[in-house]
């Protein structure tokens, strides 16, 4: 069975960074497509960042020219790099992919279990 694993996440100061990473629990599957979400508490999970099997990406609006998301050469990793943190940022953080199985030639939508980022002083 395939799991997607976040990690980076955890505790920075107001103007920091936090590099986050997505990859499924196994090597084979690859991301056609990937994107990140957050949800802060008493608050609706929302978009953070897409991108798709061209490499096309969208950003809410709250995180543009903050917050860059990226994908491997290969394809096994995406990465959510944050940069200029504000406090407002502070949420969990879930990972979420269409995974292409090579032995199977079928893609299906996986999401992760959810990493948490604080932005405090």
């Known amino acids: 069975q395939v799991q997607l694993v976040e990690s980076g996440g955890g505790l920075v100061q107001p103007g920091g960074s936090l590099r986050l990473s997505c990859a499924a629990s196994k090597r084979l599957f690859s991301f056609n497509a990937g994107g990140w979400y957050r949800q802060a508490p008493g608050k609706q999970r929302e978009l953070v960042a897409r991108?798709?099997?061209?490499?096309?990406?969208n950003y809410a609006d709250s995180v543009k020219g903050r917050f860059t998301i990226s994908r491997d050469n290969d394809k096994l990793t995406v990465y959510l790099q944050m940069n200029n943190l504000k406090p407002e940022d502070t949420a969990v953080y879930y990972c979420?992919?269409?995974?292409?199985?090579?032995?199977?030639?079928?893609?299906?939508?996986?999401w992760g279990q959810g990493i948490q980022v604080t932005v405090s002083s």
């Open positions: 991108i798709r099997s061209e490499d096309s990406t």
């Open positions: 979420n992919g269409d995974l292409f199985n090579p032995l199977t030639g079928y893609t299906t939508n996986y």
